[in-house]
Protein backbone atom coordinates (compact mmCIF):
# COMPACT_ATOMS: atom_id res chain seq x y z
CA UNK A 1 0.00 0.00 0.00
CA UNK A 2 1.00 3.51 -0.87
CA UNK A 3 1.81 6.02 2.11
CA UNK A 4 0.91 9.67 1.65
CA UNK A 5 2.76 12.45 3.94
CA UNK A 6 1.15 15.30 3.87
CA UNK A 7 3.29 18.64 5.83
CA UNK A 8 3.03 20.59 7.84
CA UNK A 9 -0.43 19.37 9.71
CA UNK A 10 -1.29 22.91 10.06
CA UNK A 11 -0.54 25.76 8.62
CA UNK A 12 -0.89 29.05 9.57
CA UNK A 13 -0.70 32.03 7.00
CA UNK A 14 -2.12 35.34 6.39
CA UNK A 15 -4.68 36.30 3.95
CA UNK A 16 -3.66 37.68 0.77
CA UNK A 17 -0.44 35.65 1.49
CA UNK A 18 0.83 32.58 -0.59
CA UNK A 19 0.67 28.79 1.09
CA UNK A 20 2.46 25.93 -0.12
CA UNK A 21 0.97 22.68 0.91
CA UNK A 22 3.26 19.70 0.30
CA UNK A 23 2.30 15.76 -0.37
CA UNK A 24 4.45 13.03 -0.78
CA UNK A 25 4.25 9.51 -1.65
CA UNK A 26 6.32 6.27 -0.32
CA UNK A 27 7.12 5.00 -4.05
CA UNK A 28 6.27 6.75 -7.36
CA UNK A 29 2.14 7.48 -7.87
CA UNK A 30 3.28 9.10 -11.88
CA UNK A 31 1.07 12.23 -12.15
CA UNK A 32 -1.73 9.87 -10.56
CA UNK A 33 -2.64 12.53 -7.64
CA UNK A 34 -5.49 14.68 -6.29
CA UNK A 35 -6.30 17.04 -4.06
CA UNK A 36 -9.37 18.03 -1.77
CA UNK A 37 -10.46 20.85 -0.04
CA UNK A 38 -12.91 20.10 3.25
CA UNK A 39 -14.66 22.55 5.40
CA UNK A 40 -15.80 21.76 8.75
CA UNK A 41 -18.99 19.63 8.36
CA UNK A 42 -18.75 19.75 4.80
CA UNK A 43 -17.63 17.10 1.93
CA UNK A 44 -14.24 17.13 0.51
CA UNK A 45 -14.45 19.13 -2.96
CA UNK A 46 -11.99 18.02 -5.91
CA UNK A 47 -9.59 20.72 -6.54
CA UNK A 48 -6.94 19.16 -8.55
CA UNK A 49 -6.61 15.65 -10.66
CA UNK A 50 -3.30 14.65 -12.45
CA UNK A 51 -1.31 16.92 -9.79
CA UNK A 52 -1.57 20.06 -12.15
CA UNK A 53 -5.42 20.26 -13.64
CA UNK A 54 -7.83 21.99 -12.01
CA UNK A 55 -11.26 20.73 -11.82
CA UNK A 56 -14.08 22.59 -12.69
CA UNK A 57 -14.93 25.70 -11.51
CA UNK A 58 -11.87 26.11 -9.41
CA UNK A 59 -10.48 29.66 -9.52
CA UNK A 60 -6.77 29.80 -10.63
CA UNK A 61 -5.06 31.13 -7.31
CA UNK A 62 -5.21 26.90 -6.77
CA UNK A 63 -2.02 25.54 -8.52
CA UNK A 64 -0.85 21.74 -8.18
CA UNK A 65 2.36 20.42 -9.36
CA UNK A 66 4.72 17.70 -9.11
CA UNK A 67 5.09 14.50 -10.25
CA UNK A 68 6.72 10.86 -8.92
CA UNK A 69 6.74 11.56 -5.16
CA UNK A 70 6.80 14.88 -3.96
CA UNK A 71 3.86 16.98 -4.91
CA UNK A 72 2.71 20.61 -3.93
CA UNK A 73 -0.68 22.64 -3.84
CA UNK A 74 -0.07 26.52 -4.12
CA UNK A 75 -2.72 28.86 -3.12
CA UNK A 76 -1.85 31.96 -4.19
CA UNK A 77 -3.23 35.24 -1.99
CA UNK A 78 -5.13 33.26 0.35
CA UNK A 79 -8.86 34.19 0.82
CA UNK A 80 -11.08 34.00 3.85
CA UNK A 81 -12.90 30.75 1.72
CA UNK A 82 -9.80 28.81 1.49
CA UNK A 83 -9.21 28.14 5.03
CA UNK A 84 -9.88 24.83 5.17
CA UNK A 85 -8.39 21.12 5.49
CA UNK A 86 -6.66 19.92 2.14
CA UNK A 87 -5.93 16.18 1.42
CA UNK A 88 -4.15 14.93 -1.51
CA UNK A 89 -4.81 11.50 -2.77
CA UNK A 90 -2.90 8.93 -5.09
CA UNK A 91 -4.86 7.11 -7.80
CA UNK A 92 -1.86 5.15 -9.66
CA UNK A 93 -1.33 2.11 -7.40
CA UNK A 94 -5.04 0.28 -6.18
CA UNK A 95 -5.99 -1.45 -4.11
CA UNK A 96 -5.90 0.60 -2.10
CA UNK A 97 -6.67 4.28 -2.75
CA UNK A 98 -5.13 6.19 -0.67
CA UNK A 99 -4.96 9.73 1.18
CA UNK A 100 -3.07 11.77 3.37
CA UNK A 101 -3.83 13.08 6.33
CA UNK A 102 -4.63 16.33 5.64
CA UNK A 103 -3.35 19.43 6.32
CA UNK A 104 -5.09 22.26 7.96
CA UNK A 105 -4.87 25.32 6.16
CA UNK A 106 -5.80 28.20 9.23
CA UNK A 107 -5.82 32.28 9.62
CA UNK A 108 -2.70 33.41 11.37
CA UNK B 1 -27.49 19.34 -11.72
CA UNK B 2 -24.77 16.22 -10.68
CA UNK B 3 -25.74 15.13 -7.19
CA UNK B 4 -25.47 12.38 -4.33
CA UNK B 5 -27.74 12.30 -0.66
CA UNK B 6 -26.76 9.51 1.49
CA UNK B 7 -28.81 8.49 4.03
CA UNK B 8 -29.54 5.32 7.05
CA UNK B 9 -26.58 6.72 9.46
CA UNK B 10 -27.10 6.03 12.69
CA UNK B 11 -26.18 4.67 16.05
CA UNK B 12 -25.85 0.31 16.13
CA UNK B 13 -24.24 -1.80 18.98
CA UNK B 14 -21.46 -3.33 17.79
CA UNK B 15 -21.82 -6.79 16.29
CA UNK B 16 -24.74 -5.03 14.77
CA UNK B 17 -25.59 -4.17 11.37
CA UNK B 18 -26.67 -0.85 9.36
CA UNK B 19 -27.54 -0.19 5.95
CA UNK B 20 -26.37 2.89 4.10
CA UNK B 21 -28.35 4.35 1.18
CA UNK B 22 -26.91 6.89 -1.35
CA UNK B 23 -29.59 8.32 -4.21
CA UNK B 24 -27.77 9.48 -7.06
CA UNK B 25 -29.29 12.46 -9.94
CA UNK B 26 -27.83 13.99 -12.81
CA UNK B 27 -26.40 10.68 -13.83
CA UNK B 28 -26.66 7.13 -13.93
CA UNK B 29 -25.10 5.29 -11.02
CA UNK B 30 -24.87 1.66 -13.39
CA UNK B 31 -23.04 3.30 -16.20
CA UNK B 32 -19.99 4.63 -13.20
CA UNK B 33 -17.53 3.46 -11.05
CA UNK B 34 -18.74 4.04 -6.91
CA UNK B 35 -17.38 3.78 -4.17
CA UNK B 36 -17.77 4.56 -0.45
CA UNK B 37 -15.16 6.31 1.54
CA UNK B 38 -15.17 7.43 4.97
CA UNK B 39 -14.16 9.56 8.07
CA UNK B 40 -13.61 8.96 11.37
CA UNK B 41 -14.12 11.56 13.90
CA UNK B 42 -11.57 13.74 13.45
CA UNK B 43 -9.61 11.79 11.51
CA UNK B 44 -8.90 11.49 7.78
CA UNK B 45 -10.39 10.01 4.32
CA UNK B 46 -10.59 5.99 3.83
CA UNK B 47 -11.74 4.46 0.85
CA UNK B 48 -13.86 1.57 2.01
CA UNK B 49 -15.43 -0.33 -1.28
CA UNK B 50 -16.16 0.37 -5.19
CA UNK B 51 -18.77 -1.46 -7.45
CA UNK B 52 -17.60 -1.38 -11.52
CA UNK B 53 -19.93 -0.25 -14.17
CA UNK B 54 -19.77 -4.21 -15.02
CA UNK B 55 -20.75 -4.78 -11.35
CA UNK B 56 -17.27 -6.26 -9.92
CA UNK B 57 -16.83 -5.16 -6.30
CA UNK B 58 -13.78 -4.74 -3.92
CA UNK B 59 -13.08 -3.75 -0.32
CA UNK B 60 -10.67 -2.49 1.50
CA UNK B 61 -9.33 -5.03 3.63
CA UNK B 62 -10.50 -3.60 7.12
CA UNK B 63 -14.01 -3.95 6.00
CA UNK B 64 -13.43 -7.17 3.42
CA UNK B 65 -16.27 -10.12 4.84
CA UNK B 66 -18.10 -7.69 6.65
CA UNK B 67 -19.71 -5.15 4.25
CA UNK B 68 -21.08 -5.25 0.66
CA UNK B 69 -21.44 -2.78 -1.85
CA UNK B 70 -24.36 -3.03 -4.06
CA UNK B 71 -26.84 -0.81 -6.77
CA UNK B 72 -29.90 -0.78 -8.07
CA UNK B 73 -30.58 0.40 -11.24
CA UNK B 74 -33.95 1.24 -10.54
CA UNK B 75 -33.33 3.63 -8.27
CA UNK B 76 -30.53 4.64 -9.34
CA UNK B 77 -29.40 4.34 -6.04
CA UNK B 78 -26.07 3.05 -4.05
CA UNK B 79 -25.94 0.66 -0.79
CA UNK B 80 -23.30 -0.14 1.32
CA UNK B 81 -24.51 -3.21 3.53
CA UNK B 82 -22.54 -3.18 6.94
CA UNK B 83 -22.53 -5.91 9.05
CA UNK B 84 -20.40 -7.06 12.47
CA UNK B 85 -20.01 -3.38 12.96
CA UNK B 86 -17.09 -2.71 15.21
CA UNK B 87 -16.50 0.30 16.90
CA UNK B 88 -13.93 1.53 14.97
CA UNK B 89 -16.09 1.31 11.95
CA UNK B 90 -17.09 4.80 13.60
CA UNK B 91 -17.51 7.34 10.80
CA UNK B 92 -19.01 9.68 8.25
CA UNK B 93 -19.26 7.64 5.50
CA UNK B 94 -19.41 9.57 2.03
CA UNK B 95 -20.39 8.03 -1.51
CA UNK B 96 -18.18 9.10 -4.53
CA UNK B 97 -18.84 9.01 -7.68
CA UNK B 98 -15.31 8.04 -9.75
CA UNK B 99 -14.04 10.30 -12.13
CA UNK B 100 -11.69 10.38 -15.12
CA UNK B 101 -10.27 12.17 -17.64
CA UNK B 102 -10.93 11.08 -21.55
CA UNK B 103 -13.47 8.95 -22.60
CA UNK B 104 -13.17 6.44 -20.54
CA UNK B 105 -12.24 5.23 -16.75
CA UNK B 106 -9.52 2.36 -16.07
CA UNK B 107 -10.21 0.69 -12.81
CA UNK B 108 -7.76 2.45 -10.11
CA UNK B 109 -6.69 4.89 -12.04
CA UNK B 110 -10.26 7.87 -10.88
CA UNK B 111 -10.11 10.52 -8.72
CA UNK B 112 -13.38 11.03 -6.34
CA UNK B 113 -16.28 13.86 -8.18
CA UNK B 114 -18.59 14.68 -6.74
CA UNK B 115 -19.53 13.44 -3.31
CA UNK B 116 -22.47 12.83 -1.18
CA UNK B 117 -22.82 14.75 2.22
CA UNK B 118 -21.83 12.34 4.08
CA UNK B 119 -23.98 9.87 6.91
CA UNK B 120 -22.98 9.32 10.24
CA UNK B 121 -22.19 6.13 11.31
CA UNK B 122 -21.84 5.43 15.34
CA UNK B 123 -20.93 2.11 16.98
CA UNK B 124 -21.14 1.81 20.52
CA UNK B 125 -23.02 0.26 23.31
Known amino acids: EIVMTQSPATLSVSPGERATLSCRAS??????LAWYQQKPGQAPRLLIYGASTRATGIPARFSGSGSGTEFTLTISSLQSEDFAVYYCQQYNNWPPYSFGQGTKLEIK | EVQLVESGGGLVQPGGSLRLSCAASGFTVSSNYMSWVRQAPGKGLEWVSV???????YYADSVKGRFTISRDNSKNTLYLQMNSLRAEDTAVYYC???????????????????WGQGTLVTVSS
Open chain 2, 51 to 57: IYSGGST
Open chain 1, 27 to 32: QSVSSN
Open chain 2, 96 to 114: ARESCSGGSCYRGHNWFDP
